[in-house]
Each structure stands twice: as C-alpha cells, then as structure tokens.
C-alpha cells in the first residue's frame, strides 16, 4: 500500500471510530445549539477517570518491560521537546500571529504542552489497526505536561510585585502548585506509580475499570469535547486566518520534529507515531489552569479557541492516521 493509500486507510478507519463519532456528534449539537450538556463535574471526573486509566496501564505495560533505554531516551527527548516548542511557537505566533506577548507566551504554553485524550485517541487507534507501543510512553506523556508552561513564564516574566513581598510569595506558591500539583499531573503520575508498583496482580483486579469501561467513558468525554469546541470557535471574533493556519500547521511541523527524533533514537514504529502525537497535541486542561493564575491578562478567547477549537479535532479527525502514516512512510 502506498503512502497516499495508507493515509487514505487510515484516516477512514478513525473517522469511523465510534470516539471519533461521538465527537462529531456534540460538534454538530453545538453547531445547531442544541441545549445538549454534559455536566462540568461530570466531565471533570470523566477527564480524571481517563487520566487514571491510561497512567496505570502505563505503569503495569513499564513494570513489565522494565526500565528500558527507550524509556530514558524518549522521556529526555520529550522533555526538551516540551521546553524548547514554546519558544519557537512564541516567535512565531508575534510575528505570524500578530498576538501581544502575553497572549502569544500564553498560546506557546498550549502547544508545547501535551493533551491527555489526543494521547488516548492515538493510543486506540493504533491498537485498532493492531500496531504495537511500549507502556512507557504513558510516562513521557506525564513528562511532556509541564515543562512547557515553565518556558512560556520564563518567555512573558511571571507578574508580581517585589520578589520578597508576601502578595509575590503568594502567587509563587499558588503557581508552582498549579503547575506541579493540578489534578491532572497528580492522577497521572500517581497512577502510573501504582502501576508499576501493583503490576499484573493490579491489573488483574482493576481489569474491568481501566480496560473495559475506558471505550465508553472516552466516547461520553469527547461528545463534551464536540460540544465545548464548537462553541468555543462560535464565541472567537478575534481569531484571523494566519492563527487559524498556525493551530493546523503547528501540528504538523512538531509531528515531524518528533518523528525525526524518534528514527535517531531508534523507537519502534508504535512509539514514534505516539511521540509524534503528543507533539502535534495541544493542552486544554493543565495549560489553561497555570495560565489563568500566571498571566492573568492574556487572552483566553485565543489559546483555548486555536487548541480546542481547532488543533483538538484537526488532530482527532485527521493528524493522528496522518501521523502515523508518516512514521511508516519515515521506517520504510
């Protein structure tokens, strides 16, 4: 099969995913304005549920395997890929983009972080066309959520007062809490610890809950997704064409960055595709709750609506299969 062909292939056996589907789904009810609602506790604990899953397969699949050179090495290179990307999306979204600084270092957080469900969606798709990855990279995936938004404060200089006043004592503490301890990163990383720790027997006992269950609850979580990114992009005058263009072809130059990466470092066909994913993935949960407490000034309307708005579903309907064809085409 070509390299056109298998995209092709690829792209229809996503867009027929029933996740994909339902996706499509609460896009179109939030497109009509349907009064369709999913909870805002309800998607928080099924965001956190789908964290759980995914970091404590991780951690069983990695005990299994053991502390592997693969893991070293994707971990560092995800770790310089997540610091490094905001810089390079900053200039970018200045001098393309034309956002003020603070917008723009706000933005470059999103896009050098890494999304949790466009991990997941990869994840599955890869498993439905039977291609194999290592468990491990649920641990990159917790590696590459953080590092991102510590560069993008760095590019815009975290607000406050003098560096020794209680009001800048404060705003350091509640920030540094965010951005290590959000529910998130600490339901990631703590359940892939229990993973590694629990192993088989743990898998054998929660097989049901993080195996069975987790297609539902990733259908149920991405029909919010559908609704939410819709009517982000209806309540988003001020994005531009070039935006709009920096939130597809972003995507698709870190893909690429990673995919390069990956052959150098010698990661299987699986590994490189979900490196490439997370890459090519923008945050929508950790980056937006460091941002808010950060630089408060910057502007919400612009990097939620071009990450979830557009980057999300350009990823979920079209980047992952063109991903993953690329890694094929790239291995030969």
Not at 148 to 164: F, H, M, Q
């Given at each position: 099969m070509g390299a056109l062909e298998s995209i092709v292939a690829g792209a229809a056996t996503n867009l027929v995913a029933p996740a994909v589907l339902f996706f499509a789904l609460g896009a179109i009810a939030g497109w009509l304005k349907s009064d369709l609602t999913i909870p805002e506790q309800a998607a928080k604990t099924l965001a956190l549920y789908l964290m759980l899953c995914i970091g404590f397969k991780g951690g069983v699949e990695a005990r299994a395997s053991g502390l592997t050179a693969e893991l070293v090495s994707a971990g560092g290179f995800g770790l310089v890929l997540s610091f490094a990307a905001p810089f390079a999306a900053y200039a970018?979204?200045?001098?393309?983009?034309?956002?003020?600084?603070?917008?723009?270092?706000?933005?470059?957080?999103?896009?050098g972080s890494v999304s949790v469900v466009t991990f997941a969606a990869g994840s599955e798709y890869l498993r439905a066309i039977g291609i194999e990855f290592g468990g491990y990279m649920a641990a990159v995936l917790a590696l590459m959520e953080t590092p991102?938004?510590?560069?993008?404060?760095?590019?815009?200089?975290?607000?406050?007062?003098?560096?020794?006043s209680a009001q800048s004592a404060r705003f350091k503490s509640t920030l540094w809490r965010e951005v290590f301890l959000n529910g998130a990163a600490v339901v990631l990383i703590g359940s892939f610890v229990i993973g590694v720790m629990s192993g088989e027997r743990g898998m054998a006992r929660l097989d049901l809950f993080v195996n069975a269950l987790f297609q539902g609850a990733l259908c149920l979580f991405l029909l919010d997704m559908g609704l939410v990114a819709s009517r982000r992009l209806a309540e988003a005058p001020k994005?531009?064409?070039?935006?709009i263009a920096f939130a597809i072809s972003w995507p698709l130059l870190s893909a690429g960055v990673a995919l390069l990466g990956a052959q150098a470092l010698h990661l299987s066909l699986g590994d490189a595709?979900?490196?490439?994913?997370?890459?090519?993935?923008?945050?929508y949960i950790a980056a937006p709750a460091a941002m808010r407490i950060a630089l408060p000034k910057a502007d919400?309307?612009?990097?939620?609506?071009?990450?979830?708005?557009?980057?999300?579903?350009?990823?979920?309907?079209?980047?992952?299969?063109?991903?993953h064809a690329a890694a094929r085409l790239l291995y030969g």
């Open positions: 970018a979204l200045r001098g393309f983009g034309g956002l003020d600084r603070v917008t723009a270092a706000a933005t470059a957080a999103h896009y991102a938004i510590l560069a993008a404060l760095l590019i815009a200089g975290a607000p406050g007062s003098k560096p020794d994005l531009n064409v070039r935006l595709s979900l490196l490439a994913v997370l890459s090519a993935s923008a945050s919400a309307g612009v990097y939620l609506s071009l990450s979830l708005g557009i980057t999300f579903p350009f990823n979920l309907l079209v980047g992952i299969p063109l991903y």
